[in-house]
């Protein structure tokens, strides 16, 4: 299994420019999200999708969309690029929501993009 | 804002001392995990503590949970350069559905 993956693994956009940031599981995990990693900040979930067709809200939402419309990819769209959104992306899948019960909750995590917005 | 904030920031010690990381966190919860990240790297998972347990072992990982004071605790025996990284706490959310992660200790380990 090639477990989580993510491309591209880094970028460098203009302000304005839009993109997608895949990402991909073959673990036919239901639960996957997505997090930003800043430094100082830890990281914060953008979006989540409980499995396909339904996507949810993190902490940090503004200037993405997500959308699941397969079991195995959930893409992450930057609509308008902002320097405010130069971070470090991260994808994670897991085999069961967090928090219910008797889920084992372990999030796998893809190896990140660098992303660089100028 | 986040759910769960590590403490120390940062750690320094040397190979072959015990490293003790700390974990506060601000509402109720199901499960409590520990992630570890070396440089440049995803998120690898280490352990998972349910809100019914106390204390939980793996290999030289010792974690522990108390409710009352919404805080936990990641013991590493024996510290090797390998375990230089971050270490992040994880939650899920009251309502669920969501895993919130804090800020990390940076754990450096010199031989």
């Known amino acids: 299994n090639a477990g989580v993956t993510q491309t591209p693994k880094f970028q460098v956009l203009k302000t304005g420019q839009s993109m997608t940031l895949q990402c991909a599981q073959d673990m036919n995990h239901e639960y996957m999200s997505w997090y930003r990693q800043d430094p100082g900040m830890g990281l914060r979930l953008i979006h989540y999708s409980v499995g396909a067709g339904i996507t949810d809200q993190g902490e940090v939402p503004n200037g993405y969309n997500v959308s699941r419309s397969t079991t195995e990819d959930f893409p992450l769209r930057l609509l308008s690029a902002a320097p405010s959104q130069t971070s470090v992306y991260f994808c994670?899948?897991?085999?069961?929501?967090?928090?219910?019960?008797?889920?084992?909750?372990?999030?796998?995590f893809g190896p990140g993009t660098r992303l660089t917005v100028l | 804002s986040q759910q769960g904030e590590e403490d120390p920031q940062a750690l320094s010690i040397q190979e072959g001392e015990n490293a003790t990381m700390n974990c506060s966190y601000k509402t109720s919860i199901n499960n409590l995990q520990w992630y570890r990240q070396n440089s440049g790297r995803g998120l690898v998972h280490l352990i998972l503590?349910?809100?019914?347990?106390r204390e939980k072992h793996s290999g030289r990982l010792r974690v522990t949970l108390d409710t009352s004071k919404k805080s936990s605790s990641l013991l590493i025996t024996a510290s090797r350069a390998a375990d230089t990284a971050s270490y992040f706490c994880?939650?899920?959310?009251?309502?669920?559905?969501?895993?919130?992660f804090g800020k990390g200790t940076t754990l450096s380990v010199s031989s």
């Open positions: 994880a939650t899920d959310t009251q309502a669920g559905t969501a895993l919130i």
């Open positions: 994670a899948s897991s085999d069961s929501v967090p928090g219910l019960a008797g889920g084992t909750d372990t999030q796998y």
């Open positions: 503590i349910r809100s019914n347990e």
